[in-house]
């Protein structure tokens, strides 16, 4: 089956700063690579997804890029804002997905 | 629309007890799963339901059952609960024609003693 790891474990970033997460998978058959964001005690949230045919994509602050050779994508946040303060985690698959450990990832104002 | 809904919010069970976890949905999704969260971890995958009629084992099905009772509505059952299985337990839904992605419901913590 799929494997996801995510790197780092933890992200201390200073206000303004960026942020980049990193994940890679093994199953070569996987197509849709979502993010989510999970504040404490709250649900995951989908923040931005990249399907296997687009191998970058940006909203506003935040940008997914997708290397399929390498079987790996990362997560970019430029600016860094103290809400941005959340644990990220990274998906691979397709209708099933498998998730990556997370990073929690904190801005200091 | 509610989007996806889960009950309980919490629960706490004595080892052997048995509960089921109910979810439902608004949004006419065909797919719907049941991942376990626990703490400091990310989501593990134990049952999903492609479609209405079917239901797969995920990454951790051992000591689970689901049961999608219909489009809506997708439950999940501890047969006699231990504290291993003590864990968030999250409901989420997809529609496949929208790519695949997955919403997610609020959550039951399960405490078992």
């Known amino acids: 089956g799929e494997n996801v790891e995510q790197h780092p474990s933890t992200l201390s970033v200073q206000e303004g700063d960026s942020a980049v997460i990193k994940c890679t998978y093994s199953d070569s058959a996987s197509n849709y690579f979502p993010w989510y964001k999970q504040e404490l005690g709250k649900r995951p949230q989908l923040i931005i997804d990249i399907r296997s045919n687009v191998g970058e994509k940006k909203d506003q602050r935040i940008a997914v890029t997708l290397n399929k050779t390498a079987k790996h994508f990362s997560l970019h946040i430029t600016e860094t804002q103290p809400e941005d303060s959340a644990v990220y985690f990274c998906?691979?698959?397709?209708?099933?997905?498998?998730f990556g450990g997370g990073t929690r990832v904190l801005v200091k104002p | 629309n509610a989007g996806v809904t889960q009950t309980p919010k919490f629960q706490v069970l004595k080892t052997g007890q048995s509960m089921t976890l109910q979810c439902a949905q608004d949004?006419?999704?065909?797919?719907m799963y049941w991942y376990r969260q626990d703490p400091g971890m990310g989501l593990r995958l134990i049952y999903y339901?492609?479609?209405?009629?079917?239901?797969d084992k995920g990454e951790v099905p051992n000591g689970y059952n689901v049961s999608r009772l219909n489009k809506r509505e997708f439950s999940l059952r501890l047969e006699s609960a231990a504290p291993s299985q003590t864990s968030v337990y999250f409901c989420?839904?997809?529609?496949?024609?929208?790519?695949?992605?997955?919403?997610f419901g609020p959550g039951t913590r399960l405490t078992v003693l």
């Open positions: 339901s492609a479609s209405e009629g079917t239901t």
């Open positions: 989420a839904s997809s529609g496949q024609v929208i790519g695949y992605e997955q919403f």
């Open positions: 949004m006419n999704h065909n797919s």
């Open positions: 998906a691979a698959g397709g209708n099933k997905l498998t």
